[in-house]
Each structure stands twice: as C-alpha cells, then as structure tokens.
C-alpha cells in the first residue's frame, strides 16, 4: 500500500499549540498610593489591546525602586481603593500575592511564581512608559526580559527613547490615549484632585481622611 502524502495547513508543533492553548494574563504591579485615572485607563488599554484575556492588578507592598519614601499609605487602604476602582470592571483582578512573598517584592520573583502556579497561563508584563524607561535598573530586568513579554501604555512626562535597545525590542506599545496624572500629584493636593479618581475611591479616601 502507498501511504498517500497528506497536505493542508501547516500544523502548529505540539509545544506551540499548548503554548496558543494558554490563558494569556497581564500583571500590572504598582503602589496604587492611590489608584487613579491614569492606571484605570492603562487598564483599559490593556485589556482592549486583544493581546491578554485579563489584567491581574498586583499591588506592592514595599516596591524596591520606591524604598527611599519614608512610608506608604497602609496596605489595607491601597487595597481597598483598588477594589472599589475595578468593582465593575470585568476580566480584571486585584492580586494580593506579593504580600506573601518575600520583601523586597521583586517583580521577576513575582512572575516566577506566577509561572510555577499557574502553569495553563502565560503571563505578559503591563507597564506604564516610565516604567519602561527606568526597566534597566529593575534587579535581574534581563531574566524578565528572557521569559516574559512586556506591554506598555504612554505616559505624559515620560519618554521611551531613554529606555535601553534591549528593553524597547521585547516591549509592545499600546494604542492609548495618554492621562497626564500620578499617584503623587494626589498626594500632594488631595482633595482638589479628587476628579483623577472614581467617585467611590473619592469618598474613601475622605471617609478615612487620606491625603488631606
Ligand atoms: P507615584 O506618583 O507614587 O510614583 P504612580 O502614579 O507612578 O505613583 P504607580 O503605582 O507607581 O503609580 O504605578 C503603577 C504602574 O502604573 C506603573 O507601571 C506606572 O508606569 C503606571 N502608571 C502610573 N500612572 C500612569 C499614567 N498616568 N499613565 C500610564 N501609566 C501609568
């Protein structure tokens, strides 16, 4: 008997098809000291990309690049502004995971264990552009940079240009409108800036006196 020659589309190699299999999640980290518009956006961009599935919100407890502040609103009430940010967001998750991880929290340590936990899911990087500026100071950025794929939004005041070669070519630049704010400015000003974040995170933050 002759075997026949089988033609047709080229199939995918097995591993390749159960990595297209994989739920795609992007992990965007931050202080959230507090959330505002600009992440909110950033989220929607994210999501909106078509690139991930969900966004898991992971909020630090002690960012490393951010050790020189001398103290961080408390955990409890990030988290909670977080929460009443994206109550009516869907495919969107508030993550609590680097609580529990060994301090500093280390962002390749975090995806790493992601990886290790979640094996159906492939994991993508979110990340405003200044982050992507400064990416080349993050501890072991070259590991990140080896196994995950980075996604990025514009920020006003920031410019990728200054990020490294290195960097720029495993990051995607997202179609986004650009919100000129940071957690910073609501710092400093408190109330006259309650219009940067949602209304339920603005009657927080008044509830508990934050940032008065
Ligand atoms: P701070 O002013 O305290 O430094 P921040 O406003 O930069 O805070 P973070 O919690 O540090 O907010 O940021 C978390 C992530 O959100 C980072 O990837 C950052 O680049 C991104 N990000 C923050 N603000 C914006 C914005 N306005 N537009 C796009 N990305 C943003």
Known sequence: MVLQAISGP?????????????????????????????????????????????????????PPHKRHRSKHTPYKHRLRMLELAFSETERVKICTLERELPQPSYTLQTLQHLTTTYPDTRFFLCLGEDSVSSFHTWHRYRDILS??????????????????????????????????????????????????????????????????
């Open 10 to 62: 080229v199939l995918p190699l097995p591993n390749e098809s159960a990595e297209m299999m994989k739920r795609r999640v992007g992990i965007f980290g931050g202080t959230f000291d507090p959330v505002h518009s600009g992440h909110i956006e950033a989220v929607h961009s994210f999501l909106e990309s078509g690139l991930i599935d969900e966004v898991w919100v992971m909020l630090t407890p002690d």
């Open 147 to 212: 196994d995950f794929s980075l996604m990025a939004v514009k920020r006003p005041g920031s410019d990728a240009v200054e990020a490294e070669d290195e960097v720029l070519e495993k990051t995607i630049f997202l179609e986004h409108k650009p919100v000129d704010i940071s957690s910073t400015a609501i710092r400093q000003n408190g109330s006259d800036m309650e219009q940067m974040v949602p209304d339920t995170v603005a009657a927080y933050m008044e509830e508990h006196e934050l940032y008065t």
